[in-house]
């Protein structure tokens, strides 16, 4: 799934994104450099240039987390700075996903020193972008920043319903693949439709993808909330109220666990708290977060309705640390590419335990 996104934003920057580059460069790009080195290992960066004013430019796209980063740029820099002799290189990481745990860039060893530079696009101002001559920026406007989401979408459908059929069919179809990584397909899907701008999903084999997994994601959380609100009024009809951590509990629940909730508090004579609490605790067999009860251990489960994946501790609390945003960012990736092959996420959780030399 990261590389579905790189690809697209690499084409996106190729097919030519002033707006972006000079905001990543700091200065306007002359022209592309060649991105293909001879070597026993084969190495291509996703963009070299040279800038108008003569520097060298590495810019490497980044959707996902990549152990060998640090090593992967410092095997860049050597055949991009000879085969332009020699000349100093700015490199450029620029992180497309959300924002994680941060770490230093670079290497720091006794005999070697090695840096670059990171920026996350969420950080960028999208407006730039949406200000552009170039198509290309303001699908790549999709990325930036944290404002309103539906109105950085019209802005930016507004950009492209000028363009020519093809140009634009082909433009809304990276704004919608692109989109996944803010989660906000449903939004463009909506915005596309209210301005009238029509795309054939069958030239985009992607997005029949794309489509299909909306569809079923839609199906399935239709019915998951469907339950989930029965349930609740079963247990407001019984207890009077339902508490706030009960509802939350509920509203996380998968279908097989609703099912089964309902089923037993149907059969239960009686209902109070504590009958409440004991059908309502994770399965000692089959679920794992009952092995997690134990300190240093993590339960990480994705909430559909916002596309948000939690990181909570054995008690259902969130935890908000290092490891936990980590946790998060990793699992973030995993999910997308298990959406992607068609399995319902909306189910999944994840039981991560601290080995016995602290490791996660």
Known sequence: MANDYDATVKELVWAGAPALLGM???APVRCFLSAEFSSVRQRRPDMVARLMNGSIFHL???AGPDARLDWR???YYGPISELNDGAPVTQLVLHLGERGR???????HPNLNFA?????????DPQPLLDSHAPEDAVLAILCGNDDIRKRVRSILARLVPLDRR?????AAKLLILAQLRRAVPVVKEELKSMAVQINVDEHPYLREVAAMGEARGEARGEIKGKADSLLRQIERRLGQVPQAVAARVHGGSVEELDRWMDAICDASTLDAAALESILSPLSIDRPEKVMAVPGCYVARLDDGSGTVYVLDPDGKPIDDDEAACIGDMLGELLDELNRRGFD???AVFAINRRSDGAL
């Open 102 to 108: 941060g770490k230093p860039a670079g290497i720091a």
């Open 24 to 26: 990543l460069a700091g």
């Open 167 to 171: 140009a634009r069919d082909d433009a």
């Open 60 to 62: 490497e796209l980044q």
């Open 116 to 124: 670059y530079h990171v920026r996350h696009i969420s950080d960028l």
């Open 73 to 75: 740029m410092l095997e």
């Open 345 to 347: 996420t909306a189910s």
